[in-house]
T-cell receptor, first 116, second 113 residues
Framework: GAVVSQHPSWVICKSGTSVKIECRSL??????MFWYRQFPKQSLMLMAT?????????EQGVEKDKFLINHASLTLSTLTVTSAHPEDSSFYIC????????????FGPGTRLTVT | AQKVTQAQTEISVVEKEDVTLDCVYETRDTTYYLFWYKQPPSGELVFLIRRNSFDEQNEISGRYSWNFQKSTSSFNFTITASQVVDSAVYFCALLEAGTALIFGKGTTLSVSS
């Protein structure tokens, strides 16, 4: 299967600072990228969907001004958590989809964010 | 609206026991895909299987097998002769065209030696 990387794998930041998480598709062109959030012992919840060159579509309840998503190229999407607070501490996972088939989606390894 | 239900929150078995993880889904689409993922403590999702709505054949891969029944909207997953390394959280997920994967709440499987 295709390879999707995320950077960093884990990050600790102080409350009030911003953190950027990168999601890269290494061997295919990702026309669509999805960002999920997973709190401890819970399932993955979709935060937003982004298509290359377009504004992201956010799920209900996700603050678009707090979670900035940029999908400027077919291999890179970034999620920036602005003014992070302890309640933003979570596991963030991206998945990338190519333009071959909608069912081909590949997950990154995830980024564990801890806000102190 | 689409929905995935994994009624079993936690299952504990002893090594070599067989265990079945249940998954029931809801969708109005005729074309959809069902998935199972394994999430070990590291957090990285491990893809196990993808099945499309038109293929109801059961599948076996080593100790893993899947039973897809459209009549009951179920896609159950059985591990035969479980091992300690099978301990993880298992997610069932549904995908319709033009949407993102919808995950069930997951089933935590603990296999003791």
């Amino acid at each position: 299967g295709a390879v999707v990387s995320q950077h960093p794998s884990w990050v600790i930041c102080k409350s009030g600072t911003s953190v950027k998480i990168e999601c890269r598709s290494l061997d295919f062109q990702a026309t669509t990228m999805f960002w999920y959030r997973q709190f401890p012992k819970q399932s993955l919840m979709l935060m937003a969907t982004s298509n290359e060159g377009s504004k992201a579509t956010y799920e209900q309840g996700v603050e678009k001004d707090k979670f900035l998503i940029n999908h400027a190229s077919l291999t890179l999407s970034t999620l920036t958590v602005t003014s992070a607070h302890p309640e933003d501490s979570s596991f963030y996972i991206c998945s990338a989809g190519g333009d071959r088939a909608f069912y081909e989606q590949y997950f990154g390894p995830g980024t564990r964010l801890t806000v102190t | 609206a689409q929905k995935v239900t994994q009624a079993q929150t936690e299952i504990s078995v002893v090594e070599k026991e067989d265990v079945t993880l249940d998954c029931v889904y809801e969708t109005r689409d005729t074309t959809y895909y069902l998935f199972w993922y394994k999430q070990p403590p590291s957090g990285e999702l491990v893809f196990l299987i993808r099945r499309n709505s038109f293929d109801e054949q059961n599948e076996i891969s080593g100790r893993y097998s899947w039973n897809f029944q459209k009549s009951t909207s179920s896609f159950n997953f059985t591990i035969t002769a479980s091992q300690v390394v099978d301990s993880a959280v298992y997610f069932c997920a549904l995908l319709e065209a033009g949407t993102a994967l919808i995950f069930g709440k997951g089933t935590t499987l603990s296999v003791s030696s």
